[in-house]
T-cell receptor
Framework: DTGVSQNPRHKITKRGQNVTFRCDPI?????LYWYRQTLGQGPEFLTY????????KSRLLSDRFSAERPKGSFSTLEIQRTEQGDSAMYLC?????????????FGNGTRLTVT | SQQGEEDPQALSIQEGENATMNCSYK?????LQWYRQNSGRGLVHLIL?????REKHSGRLRVTLDTSKKSSSLLITASRAADTASYFC???????????FGKGTKLTVNP
């Protein structure tokens, strides 16, 4: 069990640029979640996948955000035309099975700063 | 929107003391989970308690759940400096598969 891996750890970008983050879940985990966390707040749900299917998206996920999980393995989260309000920690988590039986395993996040 | 709300927002204690954090939620749940987050890191799962359970223990952790009051508490006994972290409760409503986290309690254990 190598844990959930997120890359990059830090990303600084200028407003208006596009950014892409990658998450590699624990290999046998079929569920993958993306959360966003700002300073002093708890993680906010963005979206989740079961295998390659994106099953739920938050209203927070505007049309500038898109997430994919091709082949049900790693996932990418892309933010287009970044805004300063997008500055946050983006957390990825994976689990085997649904939340009622299996806890989420989190990566250490990608911290995005939009200048 | 956040389902769970932790109380207090911040707690500072001396090593060896017990720490109690509370969580209140709004709707019926299937289970409630507690997570810990060290500064700048991801969250680590601590314990899961199902809606038909009233109390659960794991090492120095004790969690209670009162579904009639829609509340849960996390007790850390004999705290250590290494317990310094933020603690979050998380719940999921009904058939939703998304876990919703509260704002957390920031615990500082002074050596």
């Amino acid at each position: 069990d190598t844990g959930v891996s997120q890359n990059p750890r830090h990303k600084i970008t200028k407003r208006g640029q596009n950014v892409t983050f990658r998450c590699d879940p624990i290999s046998e985990h079929n569920r993958l979640y993306w959360y966003r966390q700002t300073l002093g707040q708890g993680p906010e749900f963005l979206t989740y996948f079961q295998n390659e299917a994106q099953l739920e998206k938050s209203r927070l996920l505007s049309d500038r955000f898109s997430a994919e999980r091709p082949k049900g393995s790693f996932s990418t989260l892309e933010i287009q035309r970044t805004e300063q309000g997008d500055s946050a920690m983006y957390l990825c988590a994976s689990s085997l099975g649904d939340y009622s039986n299996s806890p989420l395993h989190f990566g250490n996040g990608t911290r995005l700063t939009v200048t | 929107s956040q389902q769970g709300e932790e109380d207090p927002q911040a707690l500072s204690i001396q090593e060896g003391e017990n720490a109690t954090m509370n969580c209140s939620y709004k709707t019926s749940i299937n289970n409630l989970q507690w997570y810990r987050q060290n500064s700048g890191r991801g969250l680590v799962h601590l314990i899961l308690i199902r809606s038909n359970e009233r109390e659960k223990h794991s090492g120095r952790l004790r969690v209670t759940l009162d579904t009639s009051k829609k509340s849960s508490s996390l007790l850390i006994t004999a705290s250590r400096a290494a317990d310094t972290a933020s603690y979050f409760c998380a719940t999921a409503q009904g058939g939703s598969e998304k876990l919703v986290f509260g704002k957390g309690t920031k615990l500082t254990v002074n050596p």
